[in-house]
Structures are given as structure tokens and as C-alpha cells.
């Protein structure tokens, strides 16, 4: 073997051992900005519409809009949490259609079961307030976690939906996902309809 030959030889092989070398770096996962959020307090909130609840300091009502004589939408702004929460009153034509009313609802959840990882719900009933329905929580990568329903079965029905205004990743909207479900927890704890 001629000195040229062996000269190469060697040379790759110090090549290889440091080509194999564990100390290359390795890219690092995007991280997020942590977020601090206010402690919870709330204040009594008058829609201009038939209903009343506790809204968080933190958000404020947006705009609202008679669409019909039976029917309106509310915003509220969710502040920092950078969304909206619709809020879509309807009054209830006669009692034989809230039936359908209440499917209308359910199938708008539905609509998110592709991407939804999970979907939970939890069942509202005040006999006392005249207050029932559904609030539901979808987990996942969807374009909104949180939809609900209320009605007083007779002449009052309220749907609800949260928009965030950014990438659904569930990953890292989790801590202001967990901020926002509690007030909306308190918001349906206080509801009641205005008589």
C-alpha cells in the first residue's frame, strides 16, 4: 500500500470518528410564552337581551346586534386570552320546535368531532332558575373548545361559542384554557333569565 493510499485511508477514518461525534446539535421544540393571568373576579353583567350572569373582570362586552325581533347576537371580548364569546339568543317560536332548536346546537358541536381528540360535556339543570342545558368542552386541536346551550324550555333559548383568534394547539392554550373554562363555569353557575 503506497503511502498516498494509506494517507487517505487514514484520513477517512478520522472523518467517519468525527462525523459520529454525539455532540452535534440537535434542533430544539418551539416553546411558548407563559401567561399570567389575573385572579378570577367577577361582576354582575344586564345583556341588553332576556338574561343576566357574572362576567369576568377580565372580559368585556363587544357589540350587539337585533338580528330579528326573536333573535340576537352578543359579543363579549376575551381581553388577553385574544378571542370572542358568541353568544346567539333566540326566542323560541313555539314549544313543538325546541326539539329542533336543541339539535341545531348539537349538530354545531358535531361539526368539530374530526379534529376533537375528546369531547366532554357536562348536563346544567336549575329547576329553581328555570335553567337547562349542555356545556361542552372539546379537546384538541379544534377551532373552538367550548360550546354550550341554555334554555328555559319555554320561551328562552342561548347558545354559546368561543373563538380564539390564533393556530389551534391544544398543547399550549391548555393554561388559558383552563383560565377561561372557569369563568364560563361561573358564568353558568350565575345565569338566569330575565323575567
Same mark, same amino acid.
Given at each position: 500500500?503506497?503511502?498516498?493510499?494509506?494517507?487517505?485511508?487514514? *484520513?477517512?477514518?478520522?472523518?467517519?470518528?468525527? @462525523? *459520529?461525534?454525539?455532540?452535534?446539535?440537535?434542533?430544539?421544540?418551539?416553546?411558548?410564552?407563559?401567561?399570567?393571568?389575573?385572579?378570577?373576579?367577577?361582576?354582575?353583567?344586564?345583556?341588553? !337581551? &332576556?338574561?343576566?350572569?357574572?362576567?369576568?373582570?377580565?372580559?368585556?362586552?363587544?357589540?350587539?346586534?337585533?338580528?330579528?325581533? &326573536?333573535?340576537?347576537?352578543?359579543?363579549?371580548?376575551?381581553?388577553?386570552? &385574544?378571542?370572542?364569546?358568541?353568544?346567539?339568543?333566540?326566542?323560541?317560536?313555539?314549544?313543538?320546535?325546541?326539539?329542533?332548536?336543541?339539535?341545531?346546537?348539537?349538530?354545531? /358541536?358535531? =361539526?368539530?368531532?374530526?379534529?376533537?381528540?375528546?369531547?366532554?360535556? =357536562? !348536563?346544567?339543570?336549575?329547576?329553581?332558575?328555570?335553567?337547562?342545558?349542555?356545556?361542552? =368542552?372539546?379537546?384538541?386541536? /379544534? @377551532?373552538?373548545?367550548?360550546?354550550?346551550?341554555?334554555?328555559?324550555?319555554?320561551?328562552?333559548?342561548?347558545?354559546? =361559542?368561543?373563538?380564539?383568534? *390564533?393556530?389551534?394547539?391544544?398543547?399550549?392554550?391548555?393554561?388559558?384554557? !383552563?383560565?377561561?373554562?372557569?369563568?364560563?363555569?361561573?358564568?353558568?353557575?350565575?345565569?338566569?333569565?330575565?323575567?
Amino acid at each position: 500500500m503506497s503511502k498516498r493510499n494509506l494517507l487517505l485511508t487514514l *484520513c477517512s477514518i478520522i472523518f467517519m470518528l468525527g @462525523a *459520529c461525534n454525539d455532540s452535534n446539535p440537535v434542533p430544539k421544540p418551539s416553546s411558548f410564552l407563559r401567561t399570567e393571568f389575573p385572579e378570577h373576579t367577577y361582576r354582575h353583567y344586564l345583556s341588553p !337581551q &332576556n338574561f343576566r350572569f357574572d362576567l369576568a373582570n377580565l372580559y368585556m362586552p363587544k357589540s350587539f346586534e337585533q338580528a330579528q325581533t &326573536n333573535y340576537s347576537i352578543q359579543e363579549i371580548d376575551l381581553g388577553p386570552l &385574544n378571542g370572542t364569546l358568541f353568544l346567539y339568543y333566540l326566542r323560541i317560536p313555539n314549544k313543538d320546535s325546541l326539539p329542533d332548536i336543541i339539535n341545531f346546537a348539537n349538530d354545531k /358541536v358535531d =361539526e368539530h368531532k374530526i379534529m376533537a381528540d375528546k369531547i366532554d360535556f =357536562e !348536563q346544567i339543570i336549575e329547576p329553581r332558575k328555570k335553567v337547562y342545558g349542555t356545556f361542552f =368542552e372539546l379537546k384538541g386541536n /379544534v @377551532a373552538t373548545n367550548f360550546q354550550f346551550y341554555l334554555t328555559d324550555s319555554l320561551q328562552h333559548f342561548l347558545r354559546g =361559542e368561543v373563538l380564539l383568534n *390564533c393556530r389551534p394547539n391544544y398543547d399550549s392554550l391548555r393554561p388559558a384554557l !383552563q383560565y377561561l373554562k372557569t369563568d364560563l363555569q361561573s358564568m353558568l353557575k350565575s345565569f338566569q333569565w330575565n323575567q
